[in-house]
């Protein structure tokens, strides 16, 4: 167990120790600054215990209630439980435009939901920048694009990023209109570094966005008179694509690949890469996991690795999985692993920018999500103390995402971050993960009495969800609900009230459908397994022996979402949540 102190804060701490950092102290005195002052609630008395909120990450609520719902299947007792309780149960919208995506075809995913959760806010989010820099063409005119074209006349431009049209981390069409405006910009060559997804998409699809992306490359090199090509590229869980250091030999992999040229696999073409990669069909590895790989020219030279004085972009818009890459792209004293050979004078942009506390990157072709006046900084200048814990996948999305993309504390004597760290196995292996331990810190941190909040976030049921084993989810969706058990039972000793609800869907439906519902089935007859997230809402349940009987759901606000609960989180404390916040659920 690592703990607390800012020190736990991983994949957002430079490697040299730091000092605790305190974002916003309260005022000196010990009074509560009044622009963030709140009122005590006008009906909910202030609670003698603590208020308990816990995020079971990809549990929705699904309307295909069938054997593919892991959640259906597992029938989980607590949860149907809850579920009975007249007023105190119902859920929420967590994807589209409830969360501050482009529109409602999109799922929800951990940053926005998380987001959405801790700063009661609904705001316009990566993917939904991206797409109005796009079209007014402000994101030519940044200074982050003007940083990187100074390379475009004599040198490469290198893009690098997730190769789908999820819409969670990067948009292809977005990545298409981002590269035919370098190229009609000047840039004269370019070399792209594609991650394959088969998570937010389905898997086995990555051969049609490669195809897809050489056609649009050959059509832009015929018409321009220029040079692209695919250079490198790997799956997203084993290449590049890290999130809070749970792994640093990812990230090391896609340096080698990128940057050095240098991998285990060497092809003539992408297509061929990804196709041989994937192997066999009785013993395919999934789009996700693919080996890192370097396109190679007649000679067997790598035709794109990183130069000196070249530019690199990085055109995923989310920042958990472009935080590790960035730091070893632009930290001179980078020492996690050995670079073997830095590019000099890189000219180095994110699409956005991945985190705002550390400036990283320093260059960004779109401004990054404003996120201002989150619940964390409410908290603590009313004094309210808090535990936030989960295991390493997770760590991030209950301090950093909640945090409204923020590295540090707000006040580090008043919040304790806690990480577990994560198995590095591939979580159907191990569907328990380490939800018994996150219990366990949550069962000591509601009995320790220092702290008003404890926030829990169990990454089961998506982190398993996200493999397409079924029986596996099953497990983990069995595991999360044994565990919130223990946790709500503890939270009755202490005369808790608790808020239990989810970050978007997954573990609800397991199965790829037809437009009608209907499963599909792959060639062999076994149904096509769905490893993303889906569009279901999420529960939301209250309750607690502190929770006096009266204090229920409201029933004016059927179309509530993610940012309500926040807002609900102030009421639970018998405080007034700020007015800029989405209403109260209660
Ligand atoms: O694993 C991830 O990066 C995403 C899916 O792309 O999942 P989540 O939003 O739940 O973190
Ligand atoms: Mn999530
Ligand atoms: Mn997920």
Redesign the pocket.
Known sequence: MVCCGPQAVAGVQEPVAAPPKTMAPTTANGNVDPEFALAPHPTIPKPEGPVLVVIL??FGENEFKDEYNAVHVAKPPLVSKLQGVAKRSRTLRAHGTAVGLPTDADM????V?HNALGSGQVVDQGARLVDIALQTGGIFESEGWKHISEAFEHNTLHMIG?LSD?G??SRYDQVVQTLKGAVERGAKRVRLHVLT?G??VPDGSSIQFVQQLDEELAALNAKHGVDCKIASGGG??FVT?D?YEADWDIVKRGWHAHVLGKAPNQFKDAVTAVKTLRGPEDKKVSDQNLAPFVIVDEEGKAVGPVQDNDAVVLWNF?A??MVSISKALEWKDFKVFDRERVPENLKFAGMMQYDGDLGLPKNFLVPPPEIKKVSGEYMVKNGLSTFACSET??FG?VTFFWNGNRSGYFDSKLETYLEIPSDKVQFNEKPDMKAKEITDAGKEALKSGKYQMVRINYANP??VG?TGDLNATVRAVQTVDQCLGELLATADEVNARYLVTA??G?ADDMVQRDKKGKPLMGESGAPLPLT??TLAPVPAFVGGKGLPDSVNFRDDLPKAGLANITATMFSLLGLQAPSHYEPSLI
């Open positions: 990450d990809g929800g995913n951990s940053e939901g997730l999820g969670v981390h997804d998570r937010d997203r869980m694509m999130r989310r958990d999985r996948q997770k999305h998506d982190m996200h970050d978007h997954n993303s997230h």
